[in-house]
């Protein structure tokens, strides 16, 4: 029981955590849900133990087993996963994925993809830029005019940017994207990289592929500690819902 109420409290610590300092999000969600099983189990443990020693709770408990298992796997799939196909340097475009605003200013792990971004830029600074978002809740500008200043503010030159302001996902962020290459010269079959935080980059990869990308590869940028959890246990749902309703991608 002392390893059940250990993780029963770092996850209620990390999920207290990450609310305070994001948007609450389906990630949040899950860190939740498993912070109460926890405290639950570790309160009811003989009732639960019992219950699951011989028929239906028998059979609830394997299904149980079973599910956790594959959410693990997929946990450790998307750990993986988000640094398989790293950029090359040479690639013509850098697309960097939008992340929340606070106001105008640019959330924590927006800025950690912008710090990405911007390093990739620096090692390969005949590319474009393009940075994605539009405006959502709570926010006084789109994303991408937030990301814009602060690439121009750390030298990257205005003619060097394309500003996407008008999507609200992560497919239009790259449908959108596209669109703007092509108007700039650059086709799909250019090399890309795509900027995002490492839990994300199988999917983004998927739908950039998916969009008609065929030199896709990503730049994993860095996350704060707090949100890996809630990140991870979000992008697993994400991926499911990739490869069910959208297909295997790859």
Known sequence: MTIVWALAA?????????????????????LWLCSVCLILYGIFHKQIDAFCQAGLGRVLK????????????????VAVSGYADQAQGDE?????????????????????????ALEAWEQNPGAVVVVTGGQGPGENIPE?????????????????????DKSVSTEENLLFAQQLLAEAGITPDAPVAVVTNAFHC????????KLGFTDVNTVPASMNVTAILPSYLREVLAILYLWVFKGNLS
């Open 144 to 164: 991408a005019a937030a990301m814009k200043k602060w690439l121009v503010e750390r030298g990257v030159p205005k003619e060097a940017i394309i500003a996407e």
């Open 62 to 77: 394997w299904i149980f087993f079973a599910g956790v298992t594959v959410y693990a796997g997929l946990f450790i799939f």
């Open 10 to 30: 770092l996850f209620t610590a990390n999920s207290l955590l990450a609310t305070i300092r994001s948007s609450f999000n389906m990630g949040h969600l899950v």
């Open 202 to 209: 199988y999917r983004a990869g998927q739908y950039a592929k």
């Open 92 to 116: 013509k475009a850098i697309v960097v994925l939008g992340a929340g605003l606070r106001g105008e200013r640019v959330s924590d792990v927006l800025r950690r993809r912008l710090d990405a």
